[in-house]
């Protein structure tokens, strides 16, 4: 998809796949991925395509560093605006990076992202990257994703309903497609399923009959 498309939908505020609240999915399942009540390693947090979720904040309640990347400025200053600090920022070969303490975000592409941007990375959350992304961009994201996470840990949120009756964004992302991106690098473990149709109005008043959420651990 043209970046176009994502900076006219933050520029004119239509930006209805934010959350006002802190996802009940992360909330439930990060516990999965610590031990003794800690991620190991670096205890970083990466979290691709962020807009401006109110999870940053809760992973910096729970001490651990967070960085992420996203492609509108606007929604990058509305973070830092939520969590009323005043970043600095300083240029990247992709961008601009905010920065404040323990949060780190890159304001500009995912794929001009390294390994070496990011560092040691102990755990990813991917809420509304993948699904974000049309099927022709979604195999170069998640080769992407792991390389430059280095195999990092990883909770996946995705949707998978009928696209011929709607389309996305966000996208369909059905299970046999996630073990295709993801499967030849992580074991796959389907940690919750749910038909959410009657939470999502707007896909039901389309036609939909099911709109299955779906989270994974891949570790």
């Given at each position: 998809m043209?970046?176009?498309f994502w900076?006219n939908k933050w520029a004119?505020?239509?930006v209805?796949f934010?959350?006002?609240?802190?996802?009940p999915?992360?909330?439930?399942?990060?516990?999965?991925?610590?031990v003794n009540?800690?991620?190991?390693?670096?205890?970083?947090?990466?979290i691709p395509?962020?807009?401006?979720?109110l999870?940053i904040?809760?992973?910096?309640?729970q001490?651990?560093?967070?960085?992420?990347?996203?492609?509108?400025?606007?929604?990058?200053k509305?973070?830092f605006s939520?969590?009323?600090?005043q970043?600095?920022i300083r240029?990247w070969q992709g961008?601009?990076v905010?920065?404040f303490?323990k949060?780190?975000?890159?304001?500009?592409d995912y794929?001009?992202l390294?390994?070496?941007?990011?560092?040691?990375v102990?755990f990813?959350?991917?809420?509304?990257?993948?699904i974000?992304l049309p099927?022709k961009?979604?195999?170069?994201?998640?080769q992407?994703?792991v390389?430059i996470?280095?195999?990092?840990?990883?909770?996946?949120?995705t949707l998978?309903y009928d696209?011929?009756i709607a389309g996305?964004p966000?996208?369909?992302?059905?299970a046999?497609e996630?073990?295709?991106?993801?499967?030849?690098?992580?074991?796959?473990q389907?940690i919750?399923?749910a038909?959410?149709?009657?939470e999502?109005?707007?896909?039901?008043?389309k036609g939909?009959?099911?709109?299955?959420?779906r989270a994974y651990?891949?570790?």
């Open positions: 043209e970046h176009t900076h004119i505020n239509q209805g934010h959350l006002d609240y802190v996802h999915l992360l909330k439930r399942n990060l516990a999965l991925f610590e009540g800690r991620l190991r390693n670096s205890g970083k947090i990466f395509l962020c807009g401006k979720t999870d904040e809760f992973l910096l309640s001490g651990y560093q967070v960085v992420a990347v996203e492609l509108s400025e606007i929604a990058v509305e973070i939520q969590l009323n600090v970043p600095t240029a961008g601009k905010y920065q303490e949060l780190t975000i890159f304001v500009g794929f001009s390294t390994q070496k941007d990011l560092g040691e102990s990813v959350y991917d809420r509304a990257a993948l974000a099927e961009m979604r195999l170069e994201y998640a992407h994703m390389k996470t280095q195999h990092s840990p990883q909770l996946l949120i998978d696209q011929t996305g966000p996208f369909a992302v059905p046999a996630v073990e295709a991106l993801y499967g030849g690098a992580y074991p796959i389907l919750e399923e038909d959410i149709i009657s999502e109005p707007r896909f039901k008043a939909l009959t099911s709109f299955y959420q651990k891949l570790k």
